[in-house]
Antibody, heavy 117, light 113 residues
C-alpha cells in the first residue's frame, strides 16, 4: 500500500526556517518524481515545487523561488522541503504528492505550517 | 502562466441529479505528440486530503466510480457527475500539468439542495 507521511510542521515566526519531511513507503520511491502542494486555510490548492527522480531537476512557483528548496533522499525514501525566510502567506497545509503520467496519484495527509509572531 | 478558471464556484444539487462542472484553460493543454490533454480533476471532502479522480482529461483513476466522467480537449473541460450521491458533496479542483508552473483552478463546491 502506497503511503506518504508528512512531518515537521508547526508554528514558526516570520523570517525563520522550517524543514518538512515526507516518508514514502509501498512503492519504489526512486522511480517517481515528487511534489509539494499547499492549501492556505479555507483556500484552494497551490502547487509549490516538483523534483525529478534523481533530484537533478527541480521546479518552483515564483513566490517561493529562492526561499524554498525541494530535495530527496532516495536511499531513505524521503522527500524534503526546506523553507527559509518564511512569510505569513506561507501559512498552509502542505501535502506531499507522487507524480506519474496520471498527474498526482497519491497524496499524504498533509502537515500544517503556521507562520506567525 | 496558464490560468485555470472553474465555474460555477458553487452549485447545489439534489441526490440523484446530474451536475456538470466546468474548467477552462487560458492555453491549450493538448500535447500534439501523444494527443493527450494534461488536465486532472481532484475531489476534496471537508477536512480530508484531495483524492485524484481523472487524469489526461478523460481517464478515471483506479477505484473511481463510473458516475464521474471527464470530457473536453484543448482549453475547455468538464467533469460530469451522474446521479449525485450524498458522499459526492465536496470541493472539486482541476489542474493543468502541461507546463510549469502547474496551476489549479479555484475549485467548485458541490452542495446539497
Amino acid at each position: 500500500e502506497v503511503q506518504l507521511v508528512e512531518s515537521g510542521g508547526g508554528l514558526v515566526q516570520p523570517g525563520r526556517s522550517m524543514k518538512l519531511s515526507c516518508a514514502a513507503s509501498g512503492f519504489t520511491f526512486s522511480s517517481f518524481p515528487m511534489a509539494w502542494v499547499r492549501q492556505a486555510p479555507t483556500k484552494g490548492l497551490e502547487w509549490v515545487a516538483t523534483i525529478s527522480t534523481s533530484g537533478g531537476s527541480t521546479y518552483y512557483r515564483d513566490s517561493v523561488k529562492g526561499r524554498f528548496t525541494i530535495s530527496r533522499d532516495n536511499a531513505k525514501s524521503t522527500l524534503y522541503l526546506q523553507m527559509n525566510s518564511l512569510r505569513s502567506e506561507d501559512t498552509a497545509t502542505y501535502y506531499c504528492t507522487r507524480i506519474t503520467i496520471a498527474a498526482r496519484d497519491y497524496w499524504g495527509q498533509g502537515v500544517m505550517v503556521t507562520v506567525s509572531s | 502562466d496558464i490560468a485555470i478558471t472553474q465555474s460555477p464556484s458553487s452549485v447545489a444539487v439534489s441526490v440523484g441529479e446530474t451536475v456538470t462542472l466546468s474548467c477552462k484553460s487560458s492555453q491549450s493543454l493538448l500535447y500534439s505528440e501523444n494527443q493527450k490533454d494534461y488536465l486532472g480533476w481532484y475531489q476534496q471532502k471537508p477536512g480530508q486530503t484531495p483524492k485524484p479522480l481523472i487524469y489526461w482529461a478523460t481517464n478515471r483513476h483506479t477505484g473511481v466510480p463510473d458516475r464521474f466522467t471527464g470530457s473536453g480537449s484543448g482549453t475547455d473541460f468538464t467533469l460530469i457527475i451522474s446521479s449525485v450521491q450524498a458522499e459526492d458533496l465536496a470541493d472539486y479542483y482541476c489542474e493543468q500539468y502541461f507546463v510549469y508552473p502547474w496551476t489549479f483552478g479555484g475549485g467548485t463546491k458541490l452542495e446539497l439542495k
